[in-house]
């Protein structure tokens, strides 16, 4: 039996366990690097503060990021009937670079989950919007499913405004769904890394949510290099398993951008490597 054969028959009630909603928090610490940390060393864990991570690092070290943006990726429509249709952008099919898309003007088509699809039998959805002072409708129209999921197209008048600007101003940060709330106006910047940049993530890499500016210098003082890559998280990370087998649970794909000069340092370094996150690690 190959590595694979096994991984795909790996058994979800092995991973199974109690989770107390208390014990969830609801929101983050505030400063962010007053987070707890877990140290293990020499067979002993202990605890300390996120605060203090540079000076647990090696000075050889090279910390690899994941620079991904948390777009507002959660927007929602309501029919003449008044039913609310929830439309969740999962990745763009046309144009499919995202930053092409994120400039699209006029239309776009992005592959989506929809809530209350069966509400929705056909025909558009409009809003209307108000944006740098201008009056705009904007629509979304079912097109086509693909991969269990929706083909939605937006399109919108006037047609010269970037569809990154319309997903500003109509969508929501998709926060997790077992935090079990609405989003708020403070999820803009907590549900944020300090690093965050490149928009496409419909999700946090929430490891690096610890960081502040504060760490960051810290880490440059003591020598650390650092390097970033590029992975758009997508919606596996809320997507509950139903599956009794790994194999049954279905991934959606994710964008990932990694450097020539990135990959070449990796080959060479004869230091630490560190990554931050499962994020930078499958990237």
Same mark, same amino acid.
């Given at each position: &039996?190959?590595?694979?054969?096994?991984?795909?028959?790996?058994?979800?009630?092995?991973?199974?366990?109690?989770?107390?909603?208390?014990?969830?928090a609801k929101y983050p610490v505030?400063?962010?690097?007053?987070?707890q940390l877990l140290l293990y060393?020499?067979? %002993?864990?202990?605890?300390?503060?996120?605060?203090?991570?540079?000076?647990?690092?090696?000075?050889?070290?090279?910390?690899?990021?994941?620079?991904?943006?948390?777009?507002?990726?959660? &927007?929602?429509?309501?029919?003449?009937?008044?039913? /609310?249709? %929830?439309?969740?952008?999962?990745?763009?099919?046309?144009?499919?670079?995202?930053?092409?898309?994120?400039?699209?003007?006029?239309?776009?088509? +992005?592959?989506?989950?929809?809530?209350?699809?069966?509400? +929705?039998?056909?025909?558009?959805?409009?809003?209307?919007?108000? $944006?740098?002072?201008?009056?705009?409708?904007?629509?979304?129209?079912?097109? !086509?499913?693909?991969?269990?999921?929706?083909?939605?197209?937006?399109? +919108?008048? @006037?047609?010269?405004? =970037?569809?990154?600007?319309?997903? *500003?101003?109509?969508? /929501?940060?998709?926060?997790? =769904?077992?935090?079990?709330?609405?989003?708020?106006?403070?999820?803009?910047?907590?549900?944020?890394?300090?690093?965050?940049?490149?928009? !496409?993530?419909?999700?946090?890499?929430?490891?690096?949510?610890?960081?502040? @500016?504060? #760490?960051?210098?810290?880490?440059?003082?003591?020598?650390?290099?650092?390097?970033?890559?590029? $992975?758009?998280?997508?919606?596996?990370?809320?997507?509950? #398993?139903?599956? *009794?087998? &790994?194999?049954?649970?279905?991934?959606?794909?994710?964008?990932?951008?990694?450097?020539?000069? $990135?990959?070449?340092?990796?080959?060479?370094?004869?230091?630490?490597?560190?990554?931050?996150?499962?994020?930078? #690690?499958?990237?």
């Open positions: &039996m190959t590595l694979l054969d096994k991984v795909k028959n790996i058994s979800i009630k092995d991973f199974s366990y109690d989770l107390p909603d208390a014990r969830i505030d400063p962010r690097d007053h987070s060393r020499d067979g %002993e864990i202990s605890r300390s503060q996120f605060k203090n991570l540079p000076q647990y690092l090696p000075e050889n070290s090279l910390l690899v990021y994941n620079n991904t943006k948390v777009i507002r990726a959660r &927007m929602f429509f309501r029919k003449e009937t008044g039913a /609310q249709i %929830e439309i969740f952008c999962l990745e763009p099919l046309m144009p499919a670079d995202y930053a092409q898309n994120f400039q699209a003007q006029g239309s776009c088509e +992005w592959l989506c989950l929809v809530g209350n699809l069966k509400k +929705w039998k056909g025909g558009k959805l409009h809003r209307q919007l108000s $944006l740098n002072g201008q009056d705009v409708v904007f629509s979304a129209e079912h097109v !086509g499913v693909e991969d269990k999921a929706q083909r939605i197209r937006f399109s +919108w008048t @006037p047609a010269e405004i =970037p569809f990154g600007d319309l997903l *500003e101003q109509a969508g /929501q940060i998709p926060i997790p =769904p077992y935090l079990n709330r609405e989003s708020q106006q403070s999820d803009e910047r907590s549900y944020q890394t300090v690093y965050s940049r490149i928009e !496409g993530s419909v999700a946090a890499p929430t490891a690096g949510l610890h960081f502040t @500016p504060a #760490v960051l210098q810290s880490i440059d003082e003591k020598q650390i290099k650092r390097q970033e890559v590029t $992975l758009h998280v997508s919606a596996s990370t809320f997507q509950p #398993v139903k599956s *009794e087998q &790994m194999d049954g649970h279905p991934m959606h794909l994710e964008f990932i951008s990694v450097e020539a000069s $990135l990959i070449e340092d990796l080959l060479k370094y004869e230091g630490r490597i560190a990554a931050v996150g499962t994020t930078s #690690v499958r990237t």
